[in-house]
């Protein structure tokens, strides 16, 4: 089970940083993941963390700007958020899998966990 928080009402510019914390043994052996869906739009990659191995990819749209870091000692993985636009307004849903290859991680019918969802809205 995973719980997303940390969204919020923010100013182009401006930084957040999201949190999901994920119960259960195996955390640290997951491939741990953060989407955003934006009103009237498909749910979108924005970064993963594969398997805790070091191997870390990001959407080209938050390149340089979000960083995914994980606490395997506290079962939560985070999304830092710094330069925040306009358009990163949207809901970020966090997602796990412990089964899914590397060639899969920004595919987001691979994740059979999934959080409830953070609302992230950027006011310009």
């Known amino acids: 089970q995973l719980q997303a928080s940390g969204g919020g009402l923010v100013q182009a510019g401006a930084s957040l940083r999201l949190s999901c914390a994920a119960s259960?043994?195996?955390?640290?052996?997951?491939?741990m993941a953060w989407f955003r869906q934006a009103p009237g739009k498909e749910r979108e990659f924005v970064a993963t963390d594969f398997r805790n191995s070091g191997r870390i990819y990001y959407a080209d749209f938050v390149k340089g700007r979000f960083t995914i870091s994980r606490d395997n000692a506290k079962n939560t993985v985070y999304l830092q958020m710094n330069s925040l636009k306009p358009e990163d307004t949207a809901v970020y849903y966090c997602a796990g899998s412990s089964s899914l290859i590397l060639s899969t991680v920004r595919e987001s019918r691979q994740y059979n966990h999934w959080g409830q969802g953070t609302l992230v809205t950027v006011s310009s």
């Open positions: 259960g043994a195996t955390f640290s052996r997951y491939t």
